[in-house]
């Protein structure tokens, strides 16, 4: 049986009305950095697994450290930087401000020259520093940073507002790993109402276009497109609090976003967040306020997400408080005739697996012989099969384990059936189809169609020197009866299409029982010989008779092909291939 991927999930949070076919879970957290100097830790981000918080030890009571949080608590320091505003780009480097004293110029000042915005790669702590051109220098405090585009190492570009009230921010580039100066600018859009805190992310939202976020503490959030960065429209989410923090995510086909949230009879800038699609009437995701009163003067309440092939990552960052890291996930059911009449629940919910499949196990089921297992698999008002059911037969009363098993990257359902106390009695699959490939029209009795088992568990029918003029359809049966059939139904067939055109082909057809629905092939080989042309000519006529006659008469087979002399397509070459070839040079039809 297949090794399950177990989250070790500290507790379950409740999920929306609109959450079906989701799963919620903590799975570590982290008070230890309730105790760090809170005016020095006010913005961090997760990633990897891990969450780093910049320390600007303005307290002075050491150097500016980034410390490095997993499961197991403090891994590991770097050096960090004496201004708070701290982020990563997507190549996974941290970025940070330098060279710019934290609080040490009022809203309206500009900025000193020689500001920079400084980026490390975390794991060879190789680094550039990037000095902000004047054109691009903002004016005012500015605490925080948002996520950059791109590899600030080599190409990319990062977004910072400064000052209060003002609609301004700022754009600086990087190309080939040089500040690009003609793209680094200034932006006038007038959704923005900057705040000291207030931070620009760079994503791609779930059109595939690239977009901005600009999140701010006391006003709504806006998406501003990257191609026109004047415009924009403001972002409606559900109980949206007053604090730093929001982002954007794809996942699911759907576009959300993870941000703090603020209940009716909350106070301001708790530590609730939520996950919610634009325009929602309620959360995705409510994970409610621990606390009752601020544990931080700052307004800050950090929440960002990484997606991955299997699911969210969502980081939690109170500053003052604690580091939480949750994961979101599908939930994949499997719905049977076998399991409660076909209920849906949660017994029946699939484990993810180390391969990428998902997995439900049922040991010791009893059944009565010659019954058919139906089953599907269900995620958020989705099925698989889609218009049918996936069956596999049990020809023999007992106990049997089962692993049902569904590849979501695939759409694939399938089964692994064992019995406890003797292998169970096999199926029987057969071919049917059309006569004049089959040899008898849709007839699920002819054993001259029944498949052969391999050693993988494959089952195979093969036919050579088939003439087809057109495609054609078929089907695989189960014990020489309609009862079982795949595809299901009367009208669903196995369509095979001929690759090279009319011609006479070997067919060669699969059937795996352990997926009966998907595991259908068909491979079609056209044979390259000209039927009746004996003498090997390039054509056929009557030379072709009198060779094939000399080689009945004498079995020398020089210059003879023994392929286009099988003119009857017994299989062997005789005196009746005289005669279809003789037929044929008079009617200019092969008889079949």
């Known amino acids: 049986m297949k090794k399950f991927l177990l989250i070790a999930a500290m507790a379950a949070l409740a999920l929306g009305a609109s959450a079906d076919g989701y799963k919620f879970e903590k799975v570590w957290s982290n008070t230890d950095v309730a105790s760090l100097w809170l005016t020095g830790?006010?913005?961090?981000?997760?990633?990897?697994?891990?969450?780093?918080i910049n320390d600007t030890q303005f307290n002075g009571e050491g150097t500016p450290t980034i410390y490095i949080y997993g499961e197991n608590g403090l891994e590991g320091t770097m050096p960090g930087s004496a201004n708070e505003a701290f982020t990563r780009d997507e190549a996974g480097n941290l970025v940070y401000m330098n060279n710019v004293a934290f609080a040490a110029h009022t809203n309206d000042e500009p900025w000193p020259l020689g500001a920079s915005i400084v980026v490390v790669n975390?794991?060879?702590?190789?680094?550039?520093?990037?000095?902000?051109?004047?054109?691009?220098?903002?004016?005012?405090?500015?605490?925080c940073l948002g996520f950059p585009k791109g590899d600030l190492m080599e190409d990319g570009q990062i977004f910072f507002?400064?000052?209060?009230?003002?609609?301004?921010?700022?754009?600086?580039?990087?190309?080939?790993g040089e500040l690009d100066k003609d793209e680094c600018y200034k932006v006038n859009n007038d959704l923005v109402n900057a705040t000291t805190s207030s931070v620009i992310n760079y994503y791609t939202d779930v059109n595939g276009e690239e977009a901005l976020l600009y999140v701010t503490r006391n006003a709504q959030i806006v998406k501003i497109p990257y191609d026109d960065m004047t415009a924009g429209?403001?972002?409606?989410?559900?109980?949206?609090?007053?604090?730093?923090?929001?982002?954007?995510?794809?996942?699911?086909?759907?576009?959300?976003?993870v941000y703090p949230y603020k209940a009716a009879t909350d106070a301001n800038y708790l530590d609730a967040f939520a996950i919610a699609e634009a325009g929602a009437a309620e959360p995705l995701v409510l994970v409610p306020s621990t606390v009752t009163a601020p544990a931080n003067g700052y307004q800050s309440n950090w929440v960002d997400a990484e997606v991955d092939d299997f699911g969210v990552t969502i980081y939690h960052y109170y500053p003052g408080g604690y580091i939480e890291v949750y994961r979101l996930t599908k939930v994949y059911t499997v719905a049977s005739n076998i399991l409660n009449n076909w209920a849906i629940s949660e017994e029946n919910n699939m484990e993810l697996g180390e391969d990428g499949i998902y997995y439900l196990a049922k040991d010791s089921v009893e059944f009565t012989g010659s019954?058919?297992?139906?089953?599907?698999?269900?995620?958020?008002?989705?099925?698989?099969?889609?218009?049918?059911?996936?069956?596999?037969?049990?020809?023999?009363a007992g106990l049997y384990n089962l692993v049902f098993t569904f590849d979501p990257g695939a759409d694939i359902v399938g089964i692994q059936v064992t019995k406890l106390e003797e292998p169970q009695p096999e199926m029987i699959y057969t071919v049917v189809g059309p006569a004049h490939v089959f040899g008898t029209e849709w007839d699920p009795t002819d054993v001259n169609n029944d498949m052969v088992k391999g050693e993988d568990g494959i089952y195979t029918w093969t036919k050579e020197g088939v003439q087809?003029?057109?495609?054609?359809?078929?089907?695989?049966?189960?014990?020489?009866?309609?009862?079982?059939?795949?595809?299901i139904g009367y009208e669903n067939n196995w369509n095979a299409y001929l690759p090279d055109g009319a011609g006479v082909y070997n067919i060669v057809i699969t059937y795996d029982p352990a997926q009966p629905d998907e595991k259908i092939t068909c491979t079609l080989t056209k044979q390259t010989f000209l039927r009746g042309d004996v003498d090997n000519s390039g054509d056929v006529k009557i030379g072709d008779v009198t060779a094939l006659i000399n080689y009945l008469l004498n079995g020398d087979a020089t210059g003879i092909n023994l392929q286009s002399a099988d003119c009857d397509m017994s299989g062997d070459v005789k005196i009746g291939d005289v005669t279809a070839l003789i037929n044929y040079l008079l009617s200019g039809v092969w008889a079949e």
């Open 41 to 52: 830790v006010r913005q961090g981000f997760g990633m990897g697994g891990k969450y780093y």
């Open 122 to 143: 975390p794991t060879t702590n190789e680094s550039k520093e990037y000095v902000i051109p004047e054109d691009a220098l903002p004016s005012g405090r500015m605490d």
């Open 161 to 176: 507002v400064g000052g209060k009230n003002t609609t301004m921010f700022c754009v600086m580039t990087i190309t080939g």
């Open 233 to 257: 429209a403001i972002i409606q989410l559900p109980g949206r609090a007053p604090s730093n923090g929001a982002y954007s995510f794809v996942w699911d086909g759907k576009e959300f976003f």
């Open 371 to 396: 019954m058919v297992i139906e089953y599907k698999v269900t995620s958020n008002g989705t099925w698989w099969p889609t218009d049918y059911n996936a069956e596999y037969y049990i020809g023999e």
């Open 468 to 487: 087809l003029d057109d495609f054609f359809g078929f089907k695989v049966v189960g014990n020489h009866s309609w009862d079982y059939e795949w595809p």
